[in-house]
T-cell receptor, first 114, second 111 residues
Framework: DAGITQSPRHKVTETGTPVTLRCHQT?????MYWYRQDPGHGLRLIHY???????DKGEVSDGYSVSRSKTEDFLLTLESATSSQTSVYFC?????????????FGPGTRLTVL | QKEVEQDPGPLSVPEGAIVSLNCTYS??????FMWYRQYSRKGPELLMY??SSGNKEDGRFTAQVDKSSKYISLFIRDSQPSDSATYLC???????????WGAGTKLIIKP
């Protein structure tokens, strides 16, 4: 695996609580992504980052925020978790950021919101 | 209409069979597509690229694009139980910094 870790790997939380997921990379790649994966929907981009403190929204960004204060860390925060945010969350990285570039994925975080 | 569509399966075949996995797309403006493989409880990993013309072969895997029918295919020869996974196709987003993903087809190779 590329040097990408996600924490926690599993989390169960209650509706209305804030949740922060962490992605850490050791590859020094500039671009980082947060996806969610749900049955029947495939991977959907939540937010991405093209550098420290540079982020942009993906197609399903409502209810999520991100921060990147260091090249190696990209945090995803659910401000007030809802049951619809129950999903598997994947972090990915790429070197150049173009859509032709290979994306390397972390192992995923399985989040359940009760 | 989803921009990239795949039959979710599962597709179950015996070991050694030739497998055909398919993906349809709605926008023909893009020159290349990707296939990613995802094992259970793991992140996806790039399997191969395919460009909009011709076939691409890599070992037991062949990717093919049919522009006229907007169809992308992945063929696996001499399938092995280790090929059991979900196969995702993807194409570039118009912004060129994102990918549009299919929902994936789950493949099961029975020993």
């Amino acid at each position: 695996d590329a040097g990408i870790t996600q924490s926690p790997r599993h989390k169960v939380t209650e509706t209305g609580t804030p949740v922060t997921l962490r992605c850490h990379q050791t590859e020094n790649h500039r671009y980082m992504y947060w996806y969610r994966q749900d049955p029947g929907h495939g991977l959907r981009l939540i937010h991405y980052s093209y550098g420290v403190k540079d982020t942009d929204k993906g197609e399903v960004s409502d209810g999520y925020s991100v921060s990147r204060s260091k090249t190696e860390d990209f945090l995803l925060t659910l401000e007030s978790a809802t049951s619809s945010q129950t999903s598997v969350y994947f972090c990915a990285i790429s070197l150049s950021g173009t859509s032709a570039d290979t994306q390397y994925f972390g192992p995923g975080t399985r989040l359940t919101v009760l | 209409q989803k921009e990239v569509e795949q039959d979710p399966g599962p597709l179950s075949v015996p070991e050694g069979a030739i497998v055909s996995l398919n993906c349809t797309y709605s926008n023909s403006a893009f020159q290349y597509f990707m296939w990613y493989r995802q094992y259970s409880r793991k992140g996806p990993e790039l399997l191969m690229y395919t460009y909009s013309s011709g076939n691409k072969e890599d070992g037991r895997f062949t990717a093919q694009v049919d522009k006229s029918s907007k169809y992308i295919s992945l063929f696996i020869r001499d399938s092995q139980p280790s090929d059991s996974a979900t196969y995702l196709c993807a194409r570039p987003h118009r912004s060129n910094y994102q990918l549009i993903w299919g929902a994936g087809t789950k493949l099961i190779i029975k020993p």
